[in-house]
């Protein structure tokens, strides 16, 4: 982090006053965590609904610290004198103003990137397309949310030539705070699914939460939309020429007409991804639609694209020892992304016996049982070996399951851990297994047993 500006400067947008310290003195980096705070960083106190980071302003914090931005009124002990100190209403408020303020002194391509699935993934494949072209700031991980995109959005510096920011919602309205700090100019929307309905009770106020994106751009901003996608799809006709479709219909600006062909206006490119599946088609052909926004040549998003490599815990393919392919797609899950992930395993390993390893969606509200039902009624119909379930939410699945029948063996486990030794029995030479939950689920856990090594 380089933010190269003053305490005074910092105050002033932050919508705070300096009470300690000298205005004209410098400061570079804030950091939100006193784990990982280096020595003179600015100690940014947030406070959330199970924890309050002021309860850790004390004499040694002061002294490794440049200084502290706190809440007006929190009380810290009397010996602990900062070297700066401001103080704001409101903490997190000030954090998202300051980041905004920092990201209006850049006149660059900022992408903005939402969809109830594949933002992480069309955010890394775009940054490979767009990185070797110049410097690229882009969300770390998937610091996607009210603290994370304004502490990625202070990464920018003047080296930078484009910048991506990925903007994750669960509740009404979130898009439009994240997008206020962001402030993209050209806007991506992958998809809408039936993600976190429990906060939102209808897809009708997910859809207008995530065209939040939409609003937040310039009049002239451009905006990717999926066109196979019936909410996003309304959206060509409003937008007009700003729109720049991708889907797997030949209609689309960007569209795969094989699964190594991806078209980008008319232009044919044979095209060898490193991830699996037709979601991760539409991620590549998002990412592609993005680049062509910015008038990137095809050329150059093809070899963008192939150098792409799956992040952590997002259809990574492993090689067990055994012979075995593990694919571990278990950071997030919904009744859509949990589908088209599962038909893009079964798709692309048609020879090797498949066993499926499924955990709970969560966040599906008062549906969330019948969401389940309905997933085990179809994974019922499929090629399978077997299929092992975890979670509560899952009981739902296989109550289903002992009702169909299925050719293939099928279990339940209350946890995860409970289906280690299971799925250990399961590898062999010819197999392939393929693990999807929810986050919270923790599937890394079953790996941890088992020596993998990454394509």
């Not at 705070?37 to 947030?46: G, H, Q, S, T, Y």
């Not at 106020?205 to 939309?225: H, M, Q, R, W, Y």
């Not at 020429?241 to 232009?267: Q, W, Y």
């Not at 926004?293 to 150059?300: C, P, T, V």
């Amino acid at each position: 982090m380089k933010l190269d500006t003053t305490w005074e400067i910092m105050a002033r947008a932050a919508g705070g006053r300096l009470i300690l310290g000298s205005p004209t003195d410098r400061v570079d980096s804030v950091s939100t965590d006193t784990r990982s705070l280096k020595n003179d960083e600015a100690f940014w106190a947030l406070k959330g609904p199970r924890y309050d980071a002021h309860s850790m302003l004390n004499e040694a914090l002061a002294e490794r610290s440049s200084g502290w931005i706190i809440e007006q009124g929190k009380p810290y002990p009397k010996a602990a004198k900062p070297k700066h100190l401001i103080e704001v209403p409101d903490t997190l408020k000030a954090l998202q103003a300051f980041a905004a303020h920092h990201r209006a002194r850049f006149e660059i391509p900022v992408v903005g990137i939402t969809g109830s699935n594949g933002k992480t993934t069309t955010k890394e494949m775009l940054k490979c397309i767009l990185s070797p072209l110049g410097a690229t700031c882009a969300s770390p991980g998937n610091w996607n949310n009210q603290v994370g995109v304004p502490l990625s959005v202070l990464e920018l510096t003047e080296e930078h030539r484009y910048a991506i920011f990925e903007l994750a919602d669960s509740h009404p309205g979130d898009i439009k705070e994240v997008a206020r700090v962001a402030q993209p100019t050209l806007a991506v929307l992958t998809n809408l699914g039936r993600d976190h309905l429990e906060f939102y009770g209808s897809m009708e106020a997910n859809f207008k939460t995530k065209s939040e994106l939409i609003e937040a751009l310039p009049a002239d901003g451009k905006a990717v939309i999926n066109s196979d996608d019936e909410w996003l799809s309304a959206l060509e006709a409003r937008l007009g020429a700003r729109a720049i479709t991708f889907g797997m219909n030949p209609r689309a600006r960007v569209s795969f007409a094989e699964k190594d062909e991806l078209i980008v206006d008319r232009h044919k490119l044979k095209l060898s991804l490193r991830s699996l599946g037709k979601l991760s088609r539409y991620n590549a052909a998002a990412a592609a639609a993005a680049a062509l926004a910015l008038g990137i040549s095809a050329d150059k998003i093809r070899e963008g694209l192939e150098s792409y490599r799956p992040s952590n815990m997002r259809l990574q393919v492993m090689t067990h020892s055994t012979g075995s392919l593990i694919i571990m797609d278990a950071y997030n899950a919904n009744p859509d992304s949990m589908r088209a992930a599962i038909e893009g395993f079964v798709d692309e390993y048609p020879i090797e016996e498949k066993v499926l390893v499924l955990g709970d969606m969560k966040e599906l509200g008062i549906d969330s049982r019948l969401f389940h039902q309905q997933l085990a009624a179809w994974v019922a119909t499929l090629p399978l070996r077997a299929v092992y379930l975890a979670g509560r939410e899952m009981e739902a699945a296989y109550e289903v399951l002992k009702k169909a029948k299925p050719k293939f063996s099928f279990a339940h486990a209350e946890t995860a851990d409970g289906l280690r030794d299971k799925i250990r029995g399961e590898l062999a030479p010819g197999r392939a297994v393929f693990l999807k939950a929810s986050r919270a689920m923790r599937f890394e856990t079953i790996l941890e047993s088992l020596s993998c090594s990454i394509i």
